[in-house]
């Protein structure tokens, strides 16, 4: 996934936030890198760190354009379920597919859907 990142903050709990944009929206997400980025574009690999429950984590939605925003509070991701396998989702962000770990969710294909979570975090990815 690539990022356009165009502020970056010390969190209160020491690690580093960043604050960017890309094709999907504008959103804040923690940074897992070794060093702190530069602001610029960088390619990176999204988580979502923790286990979502369907039906209040994650919820059917009518809107099927892939989006990425963010508050003070929690970051709302829009994409399509492709597949869960054993607690093991792969959702689909317009072009990109990120791995989630889901509870309580039959298996569904090309299911929109709405998340909502604490934290997300992002990866330099190195080529």
Known sequence: M????????????????????LQYGDCTARWEGREIPAIGTHDVELEIPS???????VVACSNVTP??????KCSRVVGVLEEII????????????VQIEISGAASVHGLAVCLSVPLLKVFPLSF
């Open 2 to 21: 690539r990022i356009y990142i165009y502020e970056v903050r010390s969190a209160s709990d020491g690690n580093v936030d960043v604050r960017f944009t």
């Open 51 to 57: 286990t979502l429950v369907w039906a209040k984590d």
């Open 67 to 72: 989006s990425i925003s963010s508050s003070e």
């Open 86 to 97: 054993d607690g093991v989702a792969l959702l689909r962000i317009g072009s990109d597919i």
